[in-house]
């Protein structure tokens, strides 16, 4: 097997993946991922020890120990450019050799779970709610660049949503991909579960009008009546389908976990979504705990 080239696998003279300079002693296989860089202290607050710290860019890391349990906390920034970064990164870290630059025989599988925020679709999912999304549904075209198939469940439902919300195919071509079912199972009690929606940009592609009018304004209303069974959309937000995507091509499994802080439909936004944050990353921390 031909060494992967400098140019594509970037190693710096720590011996650490370029962006998020983490070596590979120091990630844990169970990883939690957070957008905002300052938020890695409040979930690391948690820990009993920190035995690694790391900062470049928005990617903060920290890595250390809930009683037995192992884990790296780490910032992905805004957006799945950024989560492309975050996820590839993380899978060099367990499933490329860096003295060889080759991919090891025996692959290594990483449990990553988001704790973000995110705007809620649904009147009856209130800011301070958290939810448990079942799929990611991506506006994004992250995928796109990758040669994916979903199972036939999941081109289903994205082949309903295309009919029902008629988006203008220069908006985006829609991809989707499910969550780990087995990480999905610990997080029904407290969390509302539902597609989420991940889209490119925070303001239009979230159908937000400040000065610029929108090329289509009746997205928010098409999201909100989509139904597919038991499925509906519950919330839109900026990395999920970026990271059920990639980190289902590459063997991982991931689960991504959210705080309402608006209520699109009632037009409310949180009062106190840092104390919801919280919230969300103590529930999390005490079932990730007692994960296998
Ligand atoms: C936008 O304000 C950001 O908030 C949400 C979105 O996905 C986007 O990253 O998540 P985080 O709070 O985790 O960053
Ligand atoms: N994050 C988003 O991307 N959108 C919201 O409305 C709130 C948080």
């Not at 988001?114 to 009856?124: A, C, E, H, I, W």
């Amino acid at each position: 097997m031909l060494p992967i080239p400098e140019s594509e696998l970037i190693i710096n003279s720590r011996g650490a993946v370029y962006h998020l300079d983490l070596r590979p002693d120091e990630l844990a296989t169970t990883v939690l991922t957070v957008g905002d860089p300052d938020r890695v202290a409040k979930v690391s607050r948690h820990f009993d020890s920190i035995e690694h710290r790391a900062h470049h860019r928005e990617f903060v890391s920290h890595t250390g120990y809930i009683g037995r349990k192992r884990l790296t906390v780490v910032s992905t920034g805004i957006g799945t450019d950024n989560i492309d970064i975050v996820l590839n990164e993380l899978d060099a870290l367990v499933n490329i050799d860096f003295s060889t630059r080759t991919i090891k025989k025996d692959s290594t599988h990483l449990t990553i779970i988001r704790m973000g925020t995110s705007g809620s679709l649904q009147k009856d999912i209130p800011v301070e709610s958290f939810v448990a999304s079942t799929h990611g549904l991506g506006l994004d075209n992250l995928l796109n660049f990758y040669r994916h198939d979903g199972t036939q469940e999941e081109n289903d439902l994205l082949h309903s949503f295309s009919t029902q919300t008629q988006l203008h195919p220069r908006l985006a071509q829609p991809y989707l991909s499910g969550a780990s079912p087995t990480l999905l199972r610990h997080f029904t009690t407290g969390f509302h579960q539902g597609i989420t929606v991940t889209c490119p940009g925070f303001y239009g592609p979230q159908g937000r009008v400040l000065r610029l009018g929108l090329s289509q304004p009746e997205l928010i209303d098409r999201l909100t009546s989509f139904s597919y069974g038991p499925h509906r959309i519950t919330n839109f937000e900026m990395e999920t389908a970026g990271i059920y995507g990639l980190g289902k091509l590459l063997g991982h499994s991931c689960l991504s976990l959210s705080a309402i802080v608006a209520n699109r439909i009632q037009k409310e936004f949180s009062k106190d979504g840092d104390a919801a944050v919280g919230r969300l990353i103590r529930e999390t921390l005490s079932i990730v705990e007692g994960l296998q």
